[in-house]
């Protein structure tokens, strides 16, 4: 989040809702004013009210998670207070099904001073989101991108009447609902079983059992109070019988790993509505854990957004550099000397670590020996338990890769296999944890790729394509398809369905 970014700030408030949301907030306040935002392609309604976040709570929990925190916080705060003087309170974000992956892009600000929030939205650092688009509509701004314009003035049919319904049923200051056509329960479906498919033949047995009480949902709506202190998340389904048959397949599908304690994510039935609550930020961070471990997302679902701020780093040290950063800085004789996490500092907002750094120096020189334990949070994994210093980021070194081919640093034209079919970044499990300012990464055994990079326990591990998106990909897949994946330039066929 830098100063401040509503994409972020979004995602980080998605996170807190979708996974352990809790008890509803006691005000009060409608949402009906954004009505002519929506239409027939609007599923994902989200909103959080800028006036009611402890940004400095809120960042510690985030730190907590393993997420870098925010460094410039007082700027931050000052952006934030600036908007509030302006008016502006809540900050909504709506999307489509094609948009509901890539984050927020179409973002409404109700408030009296648009053109004064304009200035102050493009002032307060043009650099870091040179394309973002703010228009003025009467008593809203609206943007981030000139698509994102074009979409919310034109609509395309009228509004799903599930999506008004659960926005009506929070009342709370923050939140984020779904709600469809019934093409979309049949795509949650879909994304429900090939993720299960990944986890073996008990759970995907049981995944299929609650697949088909997904068309019966007709909403879902999830609230929070931030720091999560408190959230809520209901399902909403067509009748009290659908309500109970979901909740007992969910409740079994999330006991099917008898060597987990899946009670923090017990969800229950009332009325109509499946039911998940938490009420403290113990709770909030005990259902986390237990998620991790209930969907083999070792090493962590803390991955996706520091890869992603990785990835954001290497794209913005391209656009400086025209091209990737090495592997690793050298000196003239070509000794290796200091990891390519240490050339991004300076695009993770800490130029002021990067500046530290003898760079003539190696790694474990008296100078720079002292600055490994002051590694930032974004080469963390949470819930791991690697020593101080360590980060279980790394680059995967074969003969084609990134970071492994000989030769000049690579431009993003030599990917010639395409930027979304690359991996350049894995989350490794904890034996295979390195210093992180030490020039190391994970030499890649051709015939065994998957022991080069997890042990035989995890199922399945974080990798970031050099497009900037980030998977999580099953350790069954195979030793071709995994070496085609880490080349930049092999010419193979990658056949996206034998990717798990």
Known sequence: MNHFDFRSLFAAVAIGCLMFPGVRAQESMANTAIAKYLDSQSIVVGWIDISKIDLYEFNAFQEKLGQPPQTNMAEVKATRDALVQLKVNRIYWISDLAGLMKGPESIVIPTPNPSAVAVLLQAINPTSAPDNVFEVDGDFLIGTTKQAVSNLRDKTGDVVPQLLEAMAAIDGPHGIVLAGPDNLAASMAGMMLAFASTQGEAYTKIAVEMAAHVSSIRWVAMSIELPPTSGRLQIEMKSADAAIQFVESVNKLSSSHPEIDATPLKVTAVDKSALLTTTSIDDTLKKLETLRKLLGAEPGSDAPNSMRNLALAM????????????????????????????MVLPYLDQAALYQEFHLDEPWDSEHNRKLIEKMPAVFRSAGGNSKSGT???????????????????????????????????????????????????????????????????????????AD???RFLSRDNDATTLMSLFSIDGGEIIDSNAVK
């Not at 794209?315 to 996490?341: E, Y």
Request: hydrophobic share 40%.
């Open 468 to 470: 900037g998106s980030v």
């Open 391 to 465: 980060t279980r980021f790394v680059a995967p070194l074969t003969d084609r890769s990134t970071m492994g081919r000989v030769g000049p640093a690579v431009r993003i034209q030599d990917i010639k296999d395409g930027t979304s079919n690359t991996i350049w970044l894995v989350q490794a499990d904890e034996s295979h944890a390195v210093i992180w300012t030490k020039p190391d990464d994970l030499v890649i055994d051709e015939k065994n790729p998957i022991g080069s990079m997890i042990g035989p326990e995890t199922k399945r591990f974080a990798v970031s394509l």
């Open 315 to 342: 794209h913005n040290f391209h656009d400086s550099m025209d091209a990737f950063p090495a592997q690793s800085l050298v000196d003239q004789q070509g000794k290796r000397l200091l990891s390519w996490r240490v």
